[in-house]
């Protein structure tokens, strides 16, 4: 339900793959440096598993303009593997309602997380499954987003008309074939005239150079910017940004100039996202993902203490990009293994997007966990096959509704800390951190909250 004043109520894996089924443990930075060193691999290592057949040219599809809005909604998804378009007409319906009440931004990625191979083989286009996902991203009132990721086979060192998906998300383009991508990338802005934003790349895949340790900015760059000037010749006022990189912690102290009791990032993608930002032809906001755990402990200080490392890496986002808009493409907030209850679980999500509202982000997109079958989804927005409304999906509709892009936040205290609030001239939001019921004083009134309870009370004329 869409708060009003009363209540309401896990992480993907960063490397899902389009006709995969497993689901792989989070990836953090020492993660990602194994999946990512395969780009260094000879193009011999592709299998070429899935051979393509030739597509009848598709039109474009005819797609609403998206909902002309006051405020820009800042809250949003991302469709992964599983999603509505693959549902029953009944979670369909109830997807398109849960999405399209208060509008959100949603984003698609262009190949793989659901989405077939856009260019198997040089000028042969098959967008069908991306029209799918945009047809219905129009249909539920969306603000579409675009995210430039992942590359077909030949331009990665494998064999036109054929993917091999083990290894999508793992290789990037050769630097020979930048161009190509980048001529990809400005034929898919054509083809969706009504998506205005788009991200370059995902997690710096392939980007790892395990000669020096390090990642390859400068290659990453290189292609940002041949993308970043094929888009804004289609359009000048398409959006752009970059360098969607993973930062990763931990809680063993290190050389870093960022760190806090949530931890210690890894100064190597501090170096890779400024190398960005002063090499970049031009960008129109900065994007980045992390998990609040650490690579070697968890959550520290705790769960919730933990969740203050988005807002600081916020804070020396804006500083050092001289203000850019940023934006949160993922976020993940459970360790493995956790545990954690469905009311748990929300309360800590609504803590984080009271740090991104509190630290000024521009744009959070919530990575939806959905899942193919019916039975327990963990974080899910609707019931897999059922389509009923699950607590992320109310959380995220009552931060669009009430704390949008530029909402100016009121201090409001509480008299337990436990209780964490964020108010805006109508309304205040609350959630419990504690497990146990939690009395105290919050806006000059006496509430009590269950344990992680959320709640939202209206202010003054709300």
Known sequence: MIPTDGRHARRRSPWPIALGAGVLAVALVAGIMVYASNGSKPGNQFTGSEVATTMPAQPAPQLEQPPALKDWPRWGVTHTQYSATNETQKAIDEAKGLL??????????????????????????????????????????????????????????????????????????????????????????????????FMVWNEFKGFWDPTTNRWDAEGYTELYNKVYTALKKVNKDIQVGGPYISVGTSATPGPS?????????????????????????????????????????????????????????????????????????????????????????????????????????????????????????????????????????????????????????????????RIKVLGQERQVVMVNTAAEDVTATVDGRQVTLKPYEIKWSGRGGA
């Open 100 to 197: 399209g009440r208060v509008p959100l931004v949603q984003n698609q990625h262009i190949m793989g997380w659901g989405v077939g191979n856009p260019e198997p083989s040089p000028g042969q286009y098959n967008f069908r499954d991306l029209d799918r996902r945009l047809k219905f991203m129009s249909s539920s009132r969306a603000i579409p987003v675009i995210t430039l990721c992942c590359a077909p086979d030949w331009m990665k060192g494998g064999q036109a008309g054929r993917t091999d998906w083990s290894k999508n998300h793992t290789v990037a383009p050769e630097p020979e074939h930048f161009d190509d991508f980048a001529a990809l990338a400005a034929r898919v802005a054509k083809q969706y005239p009504t998506v205005k934003h």
């Open 257 to 417: 100039e960022l760190s806090g009791p949530w931890g210690t990032v890894d100064q190597r993608v501090l170096d890779a996202i400024t190398y960005w930002i002063d090499h970049k032809k031009g960008a129109d906001f900065i994007v980045v993902d992390a998990a609040s755990m650490t690579n070697d402990k968890g959550n520290v200080p705790d769960d919730f203490g933990a969740q203050a490392k988005f807002s600081a890496v916020t804070t020396w986002l804006r500083q050092k990009s001289k203000d850019l808009p940023v934006w949160w493409s993922e976020w993940y907030v459970e360790p493995e293994n956790s545990q954690w209850t469905e009311e748990k679980r929300t309360a800590v999500q609504a803590t984080v997007l009271m740090e991104f509202a509190k630290s000024g982000v521009a744009t959070a997109l919530y990575w939806n966990p959905h899942k193919k079958d019916e039975g327990e989804c963990p974080g899910c927005l609707w019931t897999p096959k059922a389509g009923g409304e699950m607590p992320m999906a109310g959380l995220l509709s009552g931060f669009a509704k009430w704390f949008p892009s530029g909402t100016p936040l009121t201090d409001v205290q509480s008299s337990d800390q």
